[in-house]
């Protein structure tokens, strides 16, 4: 079986990305500046490396056929891994872990930093001629642990703006099973996946569905946008900013839907509520 090394391995994608290259019996090797407290399965090569850090992917890219690659970092370091990805023996075929920054739609389209780093990774393996997949998932399910579950556990009300605004969460092991079909199979190579969940969702609907699955009754308390901006002091402004004009400029446009995940894995995407269930936990 191929090896594949795993970037971001210790991550909510990552994590998923190595359970689903393990369930189809692939040799994965996982990248971590922390391999002492990865707490990734007996079987998976945790090998100490730091994407910032080039000079130490030398030994993670020894013998690997495909990197599962997740880049959080300025272009010119993003410039550095790429030259070292090309230079690689073998040349390992990429799966990159992107956005929606090219799908025209007004939420996709507003200024954004990390948008502008994924295009600029983008051109640099284009031109290095590595054999490149294109990963564009769009609102995580995930996104709702970090957002809401705090508030829900503490029977506290959601304070939200937007939250007549839809997207097509989804669900982490959806975009890890599109990507580990990329990894392990070559035909891949070159494509450009839009991946979303199987159906729109209104903000108010995945809170709906929230409490009706778990158990927990949600209350929800609408925001303007500047009484979000007092609402989340404590995020970065950037983030705020971003996501505040992304939800604004998508009033009144239905979310994409693409049947992505299902073409490429045989399986459909996992619907909200299934994501809920399985995290249930989290929001009691």
Same mark, same amino acid.
């Given at each position: 079986?191929?090896?594949? +090394?795993?970037?971001?391995?210790?991550?909510?994608?990552?994590?998923?990305?190595?359970?689903?290259?393990?369930?189809?019996?692939?040799?994965?090797?996982?990248?971590?500046?922390?391999?002492?407290?990865?707490?990734?399965? *007996?079987?998976?090569?945790?090998?100490?490396?730091?994407?910032?850090?080039?000079?130490?992917?030398?030994?993670?890219?020894?013998?690997?056929?495909?990197? @599962?690659?997740? /880049?959080?970092?300025?272009?010119?370091?993003?410039?550095?891994?790429?030259?070292?990805?090309?230079?690689?023996?073998?040349?390992?075929?990429?799966?990159?872990?992107?956005?929606?920054?090219?799908?025209?739609?007004?939420? @996709?389209?507003?200024? *954004?930093?990390?948008?502008? +780093?994924?295009?600029?990774?983008?051109?640099?393996?284009?031109?290095?001629?590595?054999?490149?997949?294109?990963?564009?998932?769009?609102?995580?399910?995930? *996104?709702?642990?970090?957002?809401?579950?705090?508030?829900?556990?503490?029977?506290?009300?959601?304070?939200?703006?937007?939250?007549?605004?839809?997207?097509?969460? /989804?669900?982490?092991?959806?975009?890890?099973?599109?990507?580990?079909?990329?990894?392990?199979?070559?035909?891949?190579?070159?494509?450009?996946?839009? +991946?979303?969940?199987?159906?729109?969702?209104?903000?108010?609907?995945?809170?709906?569905?929230?409490?009706?699955?778990?158990?927990?009754?949600?209350?929800?308390?609408?925001?303007?946008?500047?009484?979000?901006?007092?609402?989340?002091?404590?995020?970065?402004?950037?983030?705020?900013?971003?996501?505040?004009?992304?939800?604004?400029?998508?009033?009144?446009?239905?979310? /994409?839907?693409?049947?992505?995940?299902?073409?490429?894995?045989?399986?459909?995407?996992?619907?909200?509520?299934?994501?809920?269930?399985?995290?249930?936990?989290?929001?009691?």
């Amino acid at each position: 079986m191929p090896r594949i +090394l795993v970037t971001g391995a210790t991550g909510t994608v990552g994590r998923a990305v190595v359970a689903a290259l393990r369930a189809e019996g692939a040799e994965v090797r996982a990248l971590t500046r922390s391999p002492e407290t990865a707490a990734l399965p *007996n079987d998976v090569e945790v090998v100490r490396g730091d994407l910032a850090d080039p000079a130490s992917l030398g030994a993670a890219l020894d013998g690997v056929d495909a990197v @599962f690659l997740m /880049i959080l970092f300025p272009a010119a370091a993003a410039a550095e891994v790429v030259s070292t990805l090309a230079a690689a023996p073998g040349r390992p075929r990429v799966v990159l872990l992107s956005s929606p920054h090219q799908t025209p739609h007004p939420f @996709f389209q507003q200024p *954004n930093a990390s948008a502008t +780093l994924h295009a600029e990774v983008e051109r640099l393996l284009a031109a290095s001629g590595l054999a490149t997949t294109v990963l564009r998932p769009t609102m995580f399910a995930a *996104n709702a642990l970090h957002w809401w579950a705090p508030a829900i556990r503490a029977g506290s009300p959601v304070r939200w703006p937007y939250v007549d605004v839809d997207t097509a969460p /989804i669900d982490e092991r959806d975009i890890a099973a599109v990507a580990a079909r990329a990894l392990l199979d070559a035909g891949h190579a070159g494509a450009d996946y839009l +991946l979303t969940g199987p159906a729109r969702l209104t903000q108010a609907e995945q809170l709906r569905t929230i409490g009706e699955v778990s158990g927990r009754p949600v209350r929800v308390e609408a925001l303007t946008p500047d009484e979000a901006r007092q609402a989340f002091a404590a995020w970065p402004p950037a983030a705020v900013s971003m996501l505040l004009a992304a939800w604004g400029a998508a009033v009144g446009h239905p979310a /994409i839907v693409t049947t992505t995940v299902g073409d490429v894995t045989g399986t459909p995407a996992r619907p909200f509520a299934r994501w809920v269930a399985d995290h249930a936990d989290a929001f009691r």
